[in-house]
């Protein structure tokens, strides 16, 4: 059946699944703007293309679906790159389609082109440009499983206006056949062989377990094979609720910022095994010193992550879950540790800490806010000492409810990566927890969230600072705080603007009740907690020291 | 330091190039050349990169490379017995009074004169890198006024080959 381009492109989406899109548009989309109007996809409506970019992320993080988002030619188009970029870092499931210029005015600086696909090479798994469009229906279902199969990530697909408009014939694309493209699902056996004896004979060993354990869905497996040989957990940012925080082997966040505990174990084991990780320099620190009397062993399904960074003694090349299970299948359990004991110790003994003065203190508010919840919510960040303190603070014991960017570092990802959680789990609660500086990056998805009646809460530890490039200022550059002191709007006023619910929390005393009234209220709302204005993330591991020599 | 001479197949697909050249380039790998064409299958091309770079900094270039959804097949064929050839064009000055001593230079080297000017000798020349960089040493006291080189393309001697078979699957020998 003749088809336009357009209707091509949604009917594949709705194929593939689709039932939600992030997106704006704009002249060249129109022809699929059209066709979305009596579609049974659900378009949202973002207030700038970043915020469709990093909704559609937070959609993919917390429901393990694809996220989708979709915006015009040129600056449509490149407003969505920060986006693309920071799924691309953390290995998050995307399609992000573009409009482009028609074919015959393609590369004549043409009205809003920009080549998005040169645009995006280094920050996308794979892009296309479709100029037929007889190849849309077989473009989107192998972007479609490039995205999400593998080591997952962002996909682009551009699509010139003719190609929407044009008729074509939409025949199923049957399977995907890409020669070029392969997944190791399948750990090699001896290599298995050799990580099943060395775990046999390893008496202090650690599990560094990374985002892969989310996103591969390994979090049973990880669970059950630390229980069954007493083996302590430290997770990385990115890692976070991948392992239960309340559990008696969790040692929680380890790197720059990670708990003590987790540093000491990390610096003493004689055998670490790195389950879905990337050893990135926010967890190493000093590459020379990390881990320096242990076997390396490294599980991931991206075999250009083994010895990247790190040499690796033993690398297992495959799915996480699915090594994982073999694992479990060829070891024993054991009935007792004294390196269990050990770090049970020093975790009573160098527990995260901070100086309570009377005001209202960060940490103190993150608790209250894992208090409320019941540690049941699903928390996103933007990013600075607010996403530090979350980490710390918030006990996460379920995969997909901490989503914060981790690899990019994105102030501003937060607030419109709740959108879409919020879309995702319609009956959960998702609060971002803000900083003043990153949540005005993209506080205009306000109307977003309103427009929507996305009841997601904002909590803005508001301290008047770009507060983590002051902290480094203090430390490391003589308190010359050069650039970093924000003169803020009423944040309570703004909320009400736009049509949300806005509460200003002046004294400790209110912070639980504060929270409690956000809430009951099933509407968006902006919390504004003015906190301690100096205070610090501890501990810190300083730039180029090794991670057990911590700060704090 | 070593270089090392990959035979990487690829689809014949626009912007190939461009993914494989900033590949190598944002991930700071040094290319010392790199050659492109097509094979026998008009699907596949075939492209040639000699790559500067201990054994660490080649297995991550291989494995980076294998990720690029467009490349198909890698092979590091610098151990093996392989021929290599490169083929480079020069102009050089050959006023009458010398062009008798340039053509004498072109018959050592086996070269070519492809065009002649009233003041100028075009010459072509194959080989490996060694004979190339001989020929344009011979030639730079005359003036060499334009100079060309392809960059290396190599094959595997004998039965072995690296060419893509349809499997589905990337290898490496």
């Excluded at chain 1, 996220?67 to 870092?89: D, F, K, Q, R």
């Excluded at chain 1, 009234?517 to 180029?544: C, H, Q, S, T, W």
């Amino acid at each position: 059946m003749q088809k336009t381009g357009a209707q091509i492109l949604v009917d594949s989406l709705l194929a593939e699944g689709v039932d939600t899109i992030f997106g704006y548009p704009g002249g060249v989309v129109l022809p699929i703007y059209d066709v979305l109007y009596d579609s049974e996809i659900r378009h949202i409506l973002t207030r700038h293309e970043q915020g469709a970019a990093h909704a559609a992320d937070g959609y993919a993080r917390a429901s393990g679906k694809p996220g989708v988002c979709l915006a015009t030619s040129g600056p449509g188009a490149t407003n969505l790159v920060t986006g693309i970029a920071n799924a691309y870092m953390d290995s998050i499931p995307m399609v992000a389609i573009t409009g482009q210029v028609a074919t015959p005015l393609l590369g004549r600086d043409s009205f809003q082109e920009a080549d998005i696909t040169g645009i995006t090479l280094p920050i996308t798994k794979h892009n296309f440009l479709v100029k037929d469009p007889k190849d849309i229906a077989r473009t989107v279902r192998e972007a479609f499983y490039i995205a999400t199969s593998g080591r997952p990530g962002p996909v682009l697909i551009d699509m010139p206006k003719d190609v929407s408009s044009d008729m074509a014939e939409h025949a199923d694309p049957g399977p995907v056949q890409l020669p070029g493209y392969s997944v190791n699902q399948e750990p090699d056996p001896e290599q298995l062989a050799r990580a099943v004896r060395a775990i046999e004979e390893s008496e202090r060993p650690v599990i560094y377990a990374g985002g892969g354990v989310v996103s591969g869905g390994a979090h049973g497996e990880l669970l059950e094979l630390a229980e069954m040989l007493l083996m302590p957990v430290a997770t990385t940012l990115m890692g976070l609720g991948g392992f239960p925080g309340n559990h008696p082997l969790s040692v929680g966040m380890l790197g720059m910022h990670g708990s003590k505990y987790a540093n000491y174990a990390i610096n003493e084991c004689d055998l670490l095994i790195g389950v879905g990780v990337r050893f990135d320099d926010r967890v190493t620190s000093k590459l020379e010193e990390f881990a320096p009397g242990a076997i390396i062993m490294h599980i991931d399904i991206d075999p250009a992550e083994i010895g990247k960074n790190v040499g690796v003694d033993i690398p297992l090349v495959g799915d996480v879950r699915l090594t994982l299970r073999k694992m479990i299948e060829r070891l024993k359990p054991r009935v007792a540790s004294q390196w269990r004991d050990k770090i049970a110790v020093w975790k009573k003994e160098h527990p995260f800490e901070f100086v309570e003065n009377g005001r209202i203190k960060p940490q103190e508010v993150i608790r209250e806010i894992c208090n409320v919840t019941k540690g049941n919510a699903r928390i996103t960040t933007e990013v600075g000492q607010h996403q530090m303190w979350a980490a710390q603070y918030y006990t996460f014991t379920r995969p997909r409810t901490f989503i914060s960017s981790g690899g990019l570092g994105t102030m501003g990802f937060g607030f419109p990566a709740a959108i879409g959680v919020q879309v995702a789990c319609s009956d959960e609660t998702v609060i971002d927890i803000a900083g003043d500086g990153s949540i005005q990056m993209n506080i205009q998805e306000l109307a977003t969230a309103v427009h929507y009646n996305l009841p997601v809460k904002i909590a803005i530890m508001n301290n008047g600072f770009l507060g983590m490039v002051r902290q480094w200022q203090e430390l490391f550059y003589n308190r010359r705080y050069s650039y970093t002191e924000l003169d803020n709007p009423d944040f309570v006023k703004l909320a009400e603007a736009y049509g949300a619910v806005g509460i200003r929390v002046t004294k400790k005393s209110e912070v639980r009740p504060a929270l409690e009234e956000a809430m009951a209220v099933a509407k968006p709302v902006v919390l504004d907690f003015p906190i301690e204005r100096e205070e610090n993330v501890y501990p810190m591991v300083p730039p180029g020291e090794p991670i057990h020599k911590m700060l704090g | 330091m070593l270089r090392h001479t990959l035979a990487v197949l690829v689809e014949n697909s626009p912007g190939v190039l461009a993914r494989v050249a900033g590949l190598f380039s944002r991930r700071g790998y040094n290319i010392d050349s790199l050659a492109v064409g097509r094979t026998e299958s008009p699907d596949v091309s075939r492209m040639t990169i000699v790559v500067d770079g201990d054994e660490r900094v080649l297995e991550q270039v291989t494995k980076q490379l294998h990720k690029l959804v467009d490349v198909i097949k890698i092979n590091d064929i610098t151990v093996d017995e392989y021929v290599d050839r490169e083929l480079v064009l020069i102009k050089v000055n050959a006023d009458p009074a010398q062009r008798g001593e340039v053509m004498q230079i072109a018959d050592v080297f086996r070269a070519r004169i492809v065009d002649l000017g009233r003041r100028t000798l075009t010459l072509e020349c194959t080989g490996n890198d060694g004979k190339i960089n001989a020929f344009e040493e011979s030639l730079r006291p005359y003036g060499i006024k334009e100079l060309v080189r392809t960059g290396k393309i190599a094959m595997l001697r004998g039965t072995k080959y690296t060419g893509y078979q349809d499997n589905g699957t990337k290898e490496e020998i």
